[in-house]
């Protein structure tokens, strides 16, 4: 039935080489890091070589899983009853309707990642002289932990409490760490050297994987019911600041429609949370002197990410967040372009909010905040005409209140992956030639002069913008209707 769906779908058929380039991409990224880890025993035994390789591995190990459940909340998409509504109609089981469903959400990218890193890594262990039982109970305890996160990241959407205990955990863990009354390095050997030394340990890790998928199991199965879905909660609704919308005159309607969306609805809210995270990745360059002064560059392409967090997250699916209604938006008498417009004014504000939100980077220097805003403007100017223009293309539609999955196709098409990447190398291919053959600030400049350029010429890049949705039109109509 999946790969019925998968083949009927309006979009499979669309950018078929661009899919298979993305795949080929894939199994190449792959086998280049299956390779190199066969290289992490020896770079790990050079860059400490007072410990084993095991141990360095394993004082480590406790942080990949927290970033590992990090990452899950955030960009995992989790089990929902919702996915599985058409086959409850037929005479299956609802358990092995629960099972099949549960075992289909291993299939993500984080439980394949440690299986590439891991699996070269035990083997060049067991080449090194390390007991085989006590390298494979190891390398077993590792993924069934891996699993265990997928479970626990599962359980924490779907219930408050487990979500509490999960937070309540971590921040007593932090309070302990902060205090020095426990080391986050010293329990992660002694937890791992542990499951290393005695193999038969490896059953603690996969009984409670197993437990945690009884409750994931049951917790699906007591919301396992068609009328669940018959009846809507009604909710009041808070309509401060909807007012403001009014300022953009003909694009207004559409401008507080947006705002309604984002503010009623879980998946915008997901897809807003997540380019708030954007906002942080100047912590990893912006610090870094070496950086600063050898990959001036890098600077440019940071930028773009804590400026456009907004561009690259919520609005890389304009107009799919309308699909549900796209069909009456195109019956009424109003201009395309207006509708386009309102757009790019969500663009611009959501662009001006990161940009105030980037002010307590100039803690690192002004000229770094100067590169922030110049990114900025470009994101506006430039960005955000490219952002509509892959729009015409988007044609997914999306459930408002599901669960976010931000490494799964059915969102994201590849088209606007491979257009996406332009948002990133073109600013950086621009500033980089002023850059190398005048100096540092002529790069800036001419990455402002394009951005006022783009603003300047709005209306004419929308005339042509608009062209490309006319020639999409019936086609995103006909996929919209999809689910």
């Not at 487990?162 to 002694?190: D, H, M, W």
Request: proline share 3%.
């Amino acid at each position: 039935m999946e790969v019925l769906k998968l083949r009927r779908a309006s979009h499979f058929k669309e950018g078929i080489i661009s899919k298979i380039f993305l795949v080929l991409l894939a199994i190449s990224l792959a086998m280049i890091l299956f390779g190199l880890s066969f290289r992490l025993y020896h770079v790990i035994e050079k860059l400490s070589p007072q410990l084993s390789p095991i141990n360095t591995v394993n004082r480590l190990l406790i942080y990949w899983f927290f970033l590992d459940l990090l990452l899950r909340y955030f960009v995992q998409k989790s089990p929902t009853v919702n996915n599985v509504l058409a086959l409850m109609v037929f005479p299956i089981k609802r358990s092995v309707i629960i099972h099949y469903f549960l075992v289909k959400s291993l299939l993500s990218i984080f439980n394949f990642l440690p299986l590439l890193i891991f699996t070269p890594f035990s083997l060049v262990l067991f080449i090194k002289g390390y007991d085989f039982l006590n390298v494979f109970c190891w390398f077993l305890s590792i993924i069934f932990i891996v699993l265990f996160m997928s479970y626990v990241n599962s359980l924490i959407k779907k219930s408050k409490l487990a979500l509490l205990v999960v937070v309540f955990i971590l921040f007593i863990t932090i309070i302990l760490k902060y205090f020095s009354l426990i080391n986050i390095n010293e329990l992660s050997v002694c937890i791992f050297n542990t499951l290393f030394i005695f193999p038969y340990l490896f059953i603690v890790p996969i009984s409670l994987t197993l437990f945690l998928y009884y409750l994931n199991f049951k917790l699906i199965r007591n919301q396992f019911y068609l009328d669940r879905f018959d009846s809507k909660i009604i909710r009041s609704i808070n309509t401060t600041f909807f007012f403001l919308s009014d300022f953009f005159e003909k694009t207004s309607p559409f401008l507080r429609n947006d705002i309604k969306l984002i503010w009623r609805n879980s998946k915008p809210k997901h897809y807003i949370l997540i380019s708030f995270v954007c906002l942080f990745y100047g912590l990893i360059v912006f610090k870094s002197e070496m950086i600063k002064i050898n990959f001036p560059v890098m600077l440019v392409f940071i930028s773009i990410f804590v400026s456009g967090g907004f561009l690259l997250a919520f609005a890389q699916l304009v107009p799919s967040w309308d699909s549900s209604y796209y069909k009456l938006l195109m019956c009424q008498n109003i201009l395309y372009k207006d509708y386009l417009k309102s757009k790019w004014y969500l663009m611009v504000i959501g662009t001006t909010i990161f940009l105030i939100l980037s002010i307590p980077y100039i803690y690192f220097g002004w000229n770094v905040f100067q590169i922030i805003l110049t990114c900025a403007l470009f994101n506006i100017g430039v960005n955000s005409f490219l952002t509509l223009l892959i729009g015409a293309f988007n044609r997914k539609h999306i459930e408002l209140n599901k669960s976010i999955g931000i490494f799964e196709t059915n969102e994201f098409n590849s088209i606007q992956i491979i257009f996406g990447l332009l948002k990133f190398i073109i600013p950086t291919f621009l500033f980089y030639i002023p850059y190398k053959f005048i100096n540092f600030n002529t790069g800036l400049v001419f990455l402002v002069v394009l951005s006022f350029l783009g603003i300047i010429l709005r209306e004419y890049i929308l005339d042509k913008i608009v062209k490309v949705y006319r020639k999409q039109k019936y086609r995103a109509l006909a996929a919209f209707s999809e689910k």
